[in-house]
């Protein structure tokens, strides 16, 4: 486990540009001293870790989307609630009733304005819908966030 850390450690340290002790105690077999990682590790091995550690995130963010979270104010969230905080059921962005609104896929191409689904095409504070209650024209939807 000390080994793999100060590995992550060196590795970190070439990749900042701050070099560093990469010397790692030797406990193979009967060899007593110190190995030096940094002859171990090469610039193709710091560009793997730093693709790895983008795809990580990329992954990371992905999974949010898919999951059923929104990021930020939720404007790429593309999940598949169609149900606001007080359980309305939300109307289709591709229909004028109960409520007329000017939020469709011609006004807004990029929204994903599908079905009845949650979404924020408008820049509000989270993704929301117009809901099926003709008392009640909008709603923020009952999505957690990230």
């Known amino acids: 486990m000390k080994t793999t850390l ?30 030096d990682l940094s002859a171990i590790i090469t610039e193709k091995d710091l560009q793997i870790a730093v693709l790895e550690e983008k795809v990580t995130k990329f992954q990371n963010k992905m999974d949010a989307l898919i999951a059923g979270c929104y990021l930020g104010k939720g404007e790429k969230y593309r999940g598949l609630i169609a149900m606001t905080i007080s359980g309305k059921l939300c109307q289709r962005w591709d229909r004028q009733t109960p409520h007329q609104h000017s939020r469709t896929k011609d006004n807004y191409p990029h929204s994903g304005l599908d079905a009845n689904l949650c979404r924020n095409p408008d820049n509000e504070a989270r993704p929301w819908c117009y809901t099926t209650d003709s008392e009640k024209r909008w709603e923020f939807c009952e999505i957690p966030s990230c």
């Not at 100060?6 to 190995?35: E, K, N, Y």
Request: one cysteine or more; glycine letters at 24%; aromatic letters at 10%.
């Open 6 to 35: 100060a590995l992550l450690g060196c590795m970190f340290g070439f990749a900042m540009g701050l070099g560093g002790d990469c010397r790692v105690p030797s406990v193979c077999g009967s060899q007593q001293g110190w190995t």
